[in-house]
């Protein structure tokens, strides 16, 4: 998470949705990173306005808007599936290692996923408060002009935004069925990304 405080902007960090980029390049010019541990560094909406947002008011900033990335559910996933190949977690229960990107999908569509296909939801990781704290501006994962262009409106130039921490490629492959589970199973992921048009919601 990266915290711009003259400019009143707050870019929460959606896993797998690239923002590891943004944070080595912008974090130098930030007030504030979280980069640890991984439940702060990407705190969802709830976690920030439970944690962050009532210490930022106290310093008199409550008016800060937040920006986060969403990524197209079906390749979120994706990269969650390669993320957790790597040798690293060989033989630890997140471990995808041995397992097909077919039966990853249905794990994760289950109510208790298993801990290798439990990675959440970007709609409930974005979901607004009851007390009305909500991610005003939201720009697709593929859109990354868009994102670049808004950041540069309220930052100025930016430095170059270099790729880091990129999944292994890999060609993925799911049934049919399993397509039309996961689009069942996260409806509101799904509608949440075709809901942002290029440019983000501004």
């Not at 959606?14 to 080595?24: F, M, R, S």
């Not at 593929?142 to 935004?161: C, H, T, V």
């Not at 270099?162 to 996260?186: E, H, K, M």
Request: glycine letters at 6%.
């Amino acid at each position: 998470m990266l915290v711009f405080w003259k400019e009143r902007l707050v870019l929460l960090s959606v896993p797998k949705t690239g923002t590891q980029a943004y944070q080595q390049a912008l974090g130098p010019r930030a007030s504030l990173v979280v980069s640890d541990p991984p439940e702060l560094k990407h705190a969802p909406l709830y976690r920030y306005n439970r944690f962050f947002r009532p210490m930022f008011e106290k310093m008199g900033a409550d008016d800060l808007d937040l920006v986060a990335v969403i990524r197209d559910p079906m390749d979120w996933l994706g990269s969650w599936y390669r993320y957790r190949q790597r040798a690293a977690l060989d033989g630890r229960p997140v471990s995808t290692k041995g397992l097909s990107f077919d039966a990853f999908l249905r794990a994760s569509c289950e109510a208790r996923p298993p801990a290798c296909a439990n990675v959440g939801y970007q709609s409930k990781f974005v979901e607004a408060r009851p007390n009305g704290v909500s991610v005003r501006h939201l720009f697709r994962y593929e859109d990354q002009e868009g994102l670049k262009a808004f950041l540069s409106s309220r930052l100025g130039d930016l430095p170059q935004i270099a790729p880091v921490n990129v999944s292994p490629a890999q060609t993925l492959t799911a049934s049919a069925d399993t397509q039309a589970l996961v689009r069942t199973a996260r409806h509101a992921d799904f509608a949440l990304w075709e809901s942002i048009p290029i440019g983000g919601t501004r």
